[in-house]
């Protein structure tokens, strides 16, 4: 069973930086795609950055520049850099492929105080 774990989160300030990590375990073969995802409160999810196996990226309008989405040495972690932080940003942060396909992990919260 492939099992995805976020960790990283926190309490920052504005202007601040968080650097997640997403651990992948049960399948370390054939991922194309790994993505990161948020979710406010009351809002649905949406997706923040995109990575390939060939380390090409894409991230949504709101934190290009902010964000930074990586492989880590193994392809079983992914990793997202977060800096300038804005309050908008808050928000538990997810990571799954992209289709998505693993049972969607626990998250992590991240929050932006002004």
């Known amino acids: 069973q492939v099992q995805l774990v976020e960790s990283g989160g926190g309490l920052v300030q504005a202007g601040e930086s968080l650097r997640l990590s997403c651990v992948v375990s049960?399948?370390?073969?054939?991922?194309?795609?790994m993505a990161w995802y948020r979710q406010a409160p009351g809002q649905q999810r949406e997706l923040v950055a995109t990575?390939?196996?060939?380390?090409?990226?894409i991230y949504t309008d709101s934190v290009k520049g902010r964000f930074t989405i990586t492989w880590g040495n193994a392809k079983n972690t992914v990793y997202l850099q977060m800096s300038s932080l804005k309050p908008e940003d808050t928000a538990v942060y997810y990571c799954?492929?992209?289709?998505?396909?693993?049972?969607w992990g626990q998250g992590t919260q991240v929050t932006v105080s002004s």
């Open positions: 049960g399948r370390i073969f054939g991922i194309n795609r």
């Open positions: 799954n492929g992209l289709p998505s396909f693993a049972p």
């Open positions: 990575i390939t196996s060939s380390s090409t990226t």
